[in-house]
């Protein structure tokens, strides 16, 4: 029985081996997981703005404000993470090891910071999650986003481990710059959070 020689019907020995952004399929997985978060946080928001109308006080009469100095913090520890973060972004899809590992480990740190301080974020609400309304609401909103750190924080220190081996496929980049991707996103969907949470309830209507 005769055999016909095998006969490529695609060349693919010219594509690169990495890729960034709308070319790679994990960046759509991210993108989408935002769109599922985004979400969620959006209707913790607007569960939150309804409440609100209906009392006439904001938080509930003999429910004390919300206390600013660690949520302030976090805040602006977050907003500057942004400059790691894009580094870490750059270093990656220049395909830069060291600059790479040297931005999830400043990541890694700034992440770990970040969950410590929102601990102390729920107890600076000043009210139980079921006092009332205002702190169900509330106590939900910042676990929701608590969960985003809480991925983020698994990805970023597991991703430095996997960069400290000597050897790593090249796809690996991708994922660095996935991170960066996927932060700049749990840092810009928090500033309305913290706005709405702990800075309206100072509003006087």
């Not at 992440?111 to 009210?127: C, D, M, P, Q, S």
Request: glycine share 6%; with cysteine; net charge neutral.
């Amino acid at each position: 029985m005769d055999l016909k020689p095998l006969r490529p019907e695609l060349d693919v020995s010219r594509l690169p081996t990495e890729s960034f952004g709308h070319q790679d399929l994990m960046w759509w997985g991210t993108l989408g997981f935002m769109v599922v978060e985004g979400t969620t946080l959006a209707v913790c928001i607007a569960a939150y703005v309804y409440l609100r109308q209906n009392f006439d006080s904001w938080p509930p009469l003999r429910t004390p404000r919300p206390d600013l100095l660690v949520p302030t913090i976090n805040a602006a520890l977050m907003l500057l993470s942004l400059v790691p973060a894009w580094f870490t972004d750059r270093a990656a899809k220049s395909l830069h090891k060291r600059g790479s590992l040297i931005g999830l480990v400043v990541l890694s740190l700034f992440i770990v910071t970040f969950v410590v301080l929102r601990w102390f974020e729920f107890g600076a609400l000043n009210t139980r999650w079921d006092t009332n309304a205002y702190g169900s609401i509330a106590w939900i909103t910042l676990g929701a986003h608590a969960t985003l750190l809480a991925v983020e924080a698994g990805e970023v220190i597991g991703l430095t481990a996997a960069l400290l081996r000597p050897k790593l496929p090249a796809r690996v980049a991708g994922d660095v710059a996935d991170v960066a991707f996927y932060w700049y996103f749990i840092v810009l969907v928090w500033l309305p959070i913290y706005a709405i949470v702990f800075l309206l309830p100072w509003v006087r209507r």
